[in-house]
């Protein structure tokens, strides 16, 4: 097995505005990843996504991500 098998690329974010504190992390392990996301202080949803490959599930994350910092979304200050 390739050494990278064993990466784990973990993202958090955060979004707050006066009507909502909302929260969204991605973890992508090799060919895939688990998006997990809701009310902040609630352990919220998760849904698990495979891919043919590392390579296409870490493309995918990357493309989440910037989608949801384009919402607002941000690391927690």
Request: net charge positive.
């Amino acid at each position: 097995p390739s050494a990278d098998t064993a990466a784990e690329q973990a993202t958090y974010l955060e979004y707050r505005d006066a009507k909502s504190s909302k929260f969204w992390k991605i973890i992508v392990r090799g060919d895939s990843h688990e998006v997990t996301y809701g009310k902040i202080g609630t352990d919220g949803r998760s849904n698990v996504k495979t891919f043919a490959d590392a390579e296409a599930a870490a493309k995918d994350a990357q493309k989440l991500i910037a989608s949801k910092t384009k919402k607002g979304y941000a690391p927690p200050s």
